[in-house]
């Protein structure tokens, strides 16, 4: 299955150099459109994990939705070129070196003993379909689904009452 | 046949650039999108195991048996969060800016509007 590994490089690279262009672009709007491409990327990488329904909601949910509402609040709130200001010392100091201290364990450990966990490869096809996604959703977690719909009418409330002009 | 460890190296390059991002941008907008890259990188990871597990059929210390499915179904719940997540804290980007006229987050210290 030399192909499923040309893909996950290929889509992986798109990735990480979508998510690099996020950090280097100093317009807000061109972050935003890099982060479109990693999450088209992701959901590649989830088709190839045989993950079709969460693919599916990666592109319409994160794509689709939830970057247009970045997209609409740069556009709304007219946002320009970054400056770029001195940050905090304190994370650059610290925040810095331990990122590159944790990837580099991470990395380490995995390229390490990564041997012992195995591989995965594309499933048989009822993995990961709608039909089984949705009899887990409703049967075992029918609570927190509940409560999700709870969540989201605070965040709708929230959303509202903070977003009202006073006065 | 790709390895499980090179789906979470991609998810720990993805997570730690957003780290990145999140202590070194210094737009509050930016912030937030790296934010969102450490909630796909997890997300990423969630999948893989869910795979991996589909295909290694493996038993808790309880006795009972991992449902592979489960980690999709994390995966929906971590979008829930986040779409929700993401209407708050727009709304507050927007009421910031309406009190500050800035987006930078160094000149936003205070708590108090």
Redesign the interface.
């Known amino acids: 299955m030399i192909i499923h590994q040309v893909l996950f490089i290929v889509f992986g690279i798109i990735c990480v150099a979508g998510a690099v262009n996020l950090l280097a672009q100093r317009h807000p709007i061109n972050s935003a459109l890099s982060l479109v491409v990693v999450m088209a990327s992701l959901a590649l990488i989830y088709l190839l994990l045989g993950a079709e329904f969460v693919a599916a909601i990666q592109i319409i949910v994160y794509a689709g939705a939830i970057m247009v509402l970045f997209v609409f609040v740069i556009m709304l709130l007219n946002a320009g070129e970054e400056e770029r200001t001195r940050g905090s010392r304190i994370a650059l100091l610290i925040g810095v070196p331990g990122v590159v201290v944790l990837a580099g364990t991470v990395g380490w450990l995995l390229v390490h003993s990564g041997g012992q966990l195995g591989s995965v490869s594309i499933s048989s096809s009822n993995f990961g379909e709608t039909h089984s996604i949705a009899r887990l959703l409703f049967k075992d977690f029918l609570l927190p689904f509940e409560i999700t719909s709870v969540l989201i009418l605070i965040a709708i409330m929230g959303a509202v009452v903070l977003g009202k002009r006073e006065g | 046949?790709?390895?499980?460890?090179?789906?979470?190296?991609?998810s720990?390059?993805?997570f730690?650039?957003?780290?990145?991002?999140f202590?070194?941008?210094?737009?509050i907008?930016?912030i937030?999108?790296?934010i969102?890259?450490m909630l796909?990188a997890v997300?990423?990871s969630f999948?893989?195991f869910?795979?991996?597990w589909?295909?290694?059929p493996h038993k808790l210390a309880s006795g009972a048996d991992v449902?592979?499915?489960?980690g999709?179904?994390f995966?929906?719940?971590v979008?829930?969060?986040?779409?929700?997540?993401?209407?708050?804290g727009?709304?507050?980007?927007?009421?910031v800016?309406?009190t500050r006229e800035t987006?930078?987050?160094?000149q936003v210290n205070l708590l108090k509007l």
């Open positions: 046949m790709v390895p499980l460890s090179w789906y979470l190296i991609l720990a390059i993805l730690c650039l957003g780290v990145f991002g202590l070194l941008k210094r737009n907008i930016t937030f999108m790296s969102e890259l796909n997300n990423l999948v893989a869910a795979n991996y589909n295909s290694h449902v592979p499915l489960s999709h179904v995966v929906f719940f979008m829930v969060v986040a779409a929700a997540e993401a209407a708050v727009l709304a507050i980007i927007i009421s800016f309406r987006l930078n987050v160094d």
